[in-house]
């Protein structure tokens, strides 16, 4: 959610690594056709399973694009037939909309029962039992198909898991608890009744799911259901394992944690299993007033302020206010204890948390990993490279907040195909993703940029000056340090990252950042250079937004060496305007009101049909359009020009910035699919391996509600899915929906 900044952003990079100079070039001009709006028609979401294809029927569907631009080959579908829907138009409505020709139904809401003896839900605040239901705010989300015997399987289409992460809740300090019967409690302390259930509805839940007579539903009480919840049982593993860092009461030699928090992004490994990252997880934890102080000022503090986490700041939720029992206490980050090592305290629960968790979704009993090589800091997606036998594997990352960083994993071990059917996931697990090497991405204004090892034996960090590094573990619990003394380029927000199976390019959403300005005039604050390379003022309304407002995508490719590469060319596929925006400073992606989008987050390619799926958790053009979601056949990094941005700053000198716009998407090669429900959040999807069934999430619709109408449904700001027919009451729920195409083809063409 982008229009409260609270503790879903938090904003600690105040490093003054420098943004390099940008050279001022000769202005390429690089023009696309701008293409007039298409007739829209679409289709509203139909709740509630049974109900037969909706009212867009699939005659109504005309493949008016020309071909699309080129794609690579296989596992591409034949070019022409992508995008041949009819673009949704823009809406504000309370309802989700998807193309003519396309049905969508609600599969799978918060409080929907896991187990057979939990009760239906009854949406009214009284449900209780939340670690036997969907968690809330569904975010990523992955495939894992069964076959008839409930084995796994990769090639089936009719039964399989969605595993999926439960990121976050409302704040009852800002709106309404649509779990609590009268909204919440909003002042400390917390009651205990509330928090339990709070905490039980953050976490994982895995739930099988099955078509039949042509129909989508969960099997309520399938033995593969289960959740994870921030009380769960996890292991440590990787370098992090067993260090000084992550010794608590809990797990006093370091080896295990408590739980996972605030679940974003995922993954799917190439052995088949699920990775979820955790992303804001530092704003549930409290820290006396005096902590600084009770812990000597030693750099455990510096570590605490640059993961966001200062002295005396109130915690999301005030969880560590539920009682005095330890699962409570755990939520106080303070020292406490006399101990020397945190032994009898939870002063260093935070370097538990922060990582990607593998998870193996197929098994329930199995323990999931807190894979600590991949690094610690505010985790989105997991995006492997196209696996090539006998070479290594990377895992590309970002860290959204404001001004951080690129990230890459790569693995010591050499891919080897027969783990693509592995015995235990886990074990094959710890293959790949617990040793190799870790880098940060850092970003030239002639369109390249290097991956900088974040190693122990590198001297820049042994020997900086901001942070004692004690070992290879405390790199990766404290990477956000360790890249802040290599000189890492700061980003505007990286979000989901995703890897286009044709051709091994790498995509980042970089969703906005309200810090990027000309005349930076705080440590926060970071002038635009080549990467990030717009600052701008967007109006909503009668408000400014200030920065860049509105995002953009960019494109990576590997040098010669592939996934062990250090150094790599780059583009901005698209930047994220409106349509009717400066063409020459703002909307240089010349989109139209049929594809134009802001604040791009979920990013996910289809193995099955190559479609780029671009999802949006937008606050600035949400004036004119709930958030959406966009179908994409990208171009190839390097097919569009470089281009001179020029600024004047306060003292009259100018800032000019190089960048580089990847060729035009045009009509018929970025196309919009999807608009969501009010005060919602897009994000997430998944794919049947035949790709004639997509999952999607519809995440906080309502949000926005104030604690003073829980009563008053009329008042709500948004209904929905009980507006679309889905259960009881009309409290918003988040929820995840299932779309098809009604002719039976692939959901994209
Ligand atoms: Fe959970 Fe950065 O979105
Ligand atoms: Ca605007
Ligand atoms: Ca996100
Ligand atoms: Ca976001």
Known sequence: MSN???????????????????????????????????????????????????????????????????????????????????????????TVIVPAGYTASVLYALGDPLTAATP?????????????????????????????????????????????????????????????????????????????????????????????????????????????????????????RGNALMVTKYSTNGTRTRGTLNNCGTGKTPWGSFLTGEENWAGYFFRNATDDAARGNDKSVTSLKRYGRSQGAASRHGWETGGTADNYARWNNSKLGASVDGSDDYRNELNTMGFVVEVDAYDKTRTAKKRTALGRYAHESAAFSVPVAGKPLAVYMGDDSRGEYIYKFVSAANWDAADASPISAMATGDKYLDSGKLYVAKFSSDGSGQWVELSITNATIASYAGYAFANQGDVCVNARLAADAVGATK????????????????????????????NPSSSSQVAPDSANPRVYTDMKGATAQNGNPNGHILRMKEGAAGSAATSFTWDVYAFGAQSDADASKVNL?????????????????????????????????TDVTNCMMLAAMPGTQGDGAKKTLSYTRTDGSTLAVDTYVGKAPTASTLKRFLVGAKACEITGLCETPDGKAIFVNIQHPGETTLMADIADPTKYTSQWPSNAG??????????????????????GT
């Open 4 to 94: 409260r900044i609270d503790f879903k952003e938090e904003n600690s990079n105040t490093s003054d690594n420098p943004s390099f100079d940008s050279v001022l070039q000769t202005r390429l001009s690089r023009r696309g056709l701008l293409r007039g709006s298409m007739g829209t028609v679409g289709t509203a979401v139909l709740g509630g399973m049974g109900l037969s294809a909706c009212g867009g029927g699939s005659e109504e569907v005309v493949a008016l694009a020309p071909p699309a631009t080129p794609v690579p080959p296989a596992p591409v579908a034949p070019a022409a037939t992508m995008l041949g829907f009819t673009a949704v138009s823009r809406s504000l409505a309370d």
């Open 120 to 240: 239906a839900y009854k949406n009214d605040g009284t449900d209780a039992d939340f670690e036997n239901r969907a968690g809330d705010h569904h975010d990523g989300m992955e495939w894992f198909g069964l076959d008839a015997n409930g084995k796994p399987s990769t090639s089936a289409t009719e039964r399989g898991l969605l595993a999926m992460n439960h990121e976050a809740t409302t704040d009852e300090k800002l709106s309404s608890f649509f779990i609590h019967v009268n909204g919440g409690t909003s002042t400390l302390p917390r009651p205990a009744l509330e928090v339990d259930k709070e905490v039980a509805i953050h976490g994982v839940s895995v739930v099988e799911v099955k078509k039949t007579g042509g129909q989508w539903s969960t099997v309520q009480g399938s033995a593969f259901n289960f959740r994870l919840t921030p009380l769960s049982d996890i292991e440590l593993s990787g370098p992090a």
């Open 491 to 518: 980003m505007d927000r990286p979000e989901w990252c995703g890897v286009n199976p044709a051709n091994g390019e790498i995509y980042f959403t970089l969703t906005n950042n309200s810090n990027r300005n000309v």
């Open 589 to 621: 992606s010349n989109l139209t009101s049929d594809n134009d989008f802001s604040s791009p987050d979920g990013l996910v390619f289809s193995p099955s049909t190559g479609v780029m799926w671009i999802q949006t958790d937008d606050g600035a053009y």
């Open 726 to 747: 889905y259960g009881a009451g009309k409290r918003p729920r988040s929820a995840t929906i299932v779309i098809t195409k009604n002719d039976g083809g692939k959901v």
